[in-house]
């Protein structure tokens, strides 16, 4: 079945520090999500990205989708304390029998020392 | 507005025991989406409901079951639960079945002795 990987599984910057995320399924996607949560939370939507060599950008936070649509990236510039928490990406099958179905990293946590 | 709501919000179970969580989707949205969470995991995708049947389903066993009524609210149902059903189980909803963000609630946390 599909997996999806994510490095690095933990981050620890000083704040005004860069922090890149990164996401690789085995398989082709249709589009990808990314998700942050904060510790004890739920995840919450972030951004999705559909078409191939996607950019988007969110204030002080990058997302891009792979030309092959097969990875993506999260870039935080100069990160701050409220950047605190795991970030997924999740990506939804574009066929086979992952077709239409989401599949979650297993998440980069993210530490931010003041 | 409110939110995606699921109840309870804990739940201390035994093993071979047989537990019921609800999910209430967010106002609008008719997809729900079940996910188990283990501690330190992504969620992990367990089935889909739209239009009052299971569209989807990841690679949960049948001890997993599901429901979704009239007003867009579900159920998950997990029979002869075992201790490694022990995790966090998150209920997302959108609208439409495909390429939506979701919403998810806050979860259940369900520990099995």
């Known amino acids: 079945g599909q997996q999806v990987m994510q490095i690095p599984q933990y981050q620890h910057v000083q704040e005004g520090e860069d922090f890149t995320t990164y996401c690789n399924s085995s398989?082709?996607?249709?589009?990808i999500q990314w998700y942050k949560q904060r510790p004890g939370g739920h995840p919450v939507f972030l951004i999705q990205?559909?078409?191939?060599?996607e950019v988007k950008k969110q204030k002080r936070l990058t997302f891009q989708f792979g030309e092959a649509k097969k990875n993506s990236s999260l870039h935080i510039t100069a990160t701050q304390t409220t950047d605190v928490g795991t970030y997924f990406c999740?990506?939804?099958?574009?066929?086979?029998?992952?077709?239409?179905?989401?599949?979650f990293g297993q998440g980069t946590i993210l530490t931010v020392h003041p | 507005d409110a939110g995606v709501t699921q109840s309870p919000t804990h739940l201390i179970k035994t093993r071979g025991q047989q537990v019921t969580l609800r999910c209430s989707p967010k106002?609008?949205?008719?997809?729900v989406s079940w996910y188990q969470q283990a501690l330190g995991q992504g969620p992990q995708f367990i089935f889909q409901?739209?239009?009052?049947?299971?569209?989807q389903r990841g690679n949960f066993p049948d001890r997993f079951s599901g429901h979704q009524f009239p007003n867009y609210s579900s159920e998950l149902n997990v029979n002869a639960l075992l201790l490694g059903d022990s995790a966090l189980y998150l209920c997302?909803?959108?609208?439409?079945?495909?390429?939506?963000?979701?919403?998810f609630g806050d979860g259940t946390r369900l520990s099995i002795l």
């Open positions: 997302a909803s959108s609208f439409g079945a495909q390429n939506q963000p979701q919403h």
């Open positions: 398989t082709t996607l249709s589009n």
């Open positions: 990205l559909v078409k191939s060599g």
């Open positions: 999740a990506g939804r099958g574009a066929g086979g029998t992952s077709y239409g179905k989401l599949t």
């Open positions: 106002s609008g949205h008719d997809t």
């Open positions: 409901y739209y239009e009052e049947e299971e569209r």
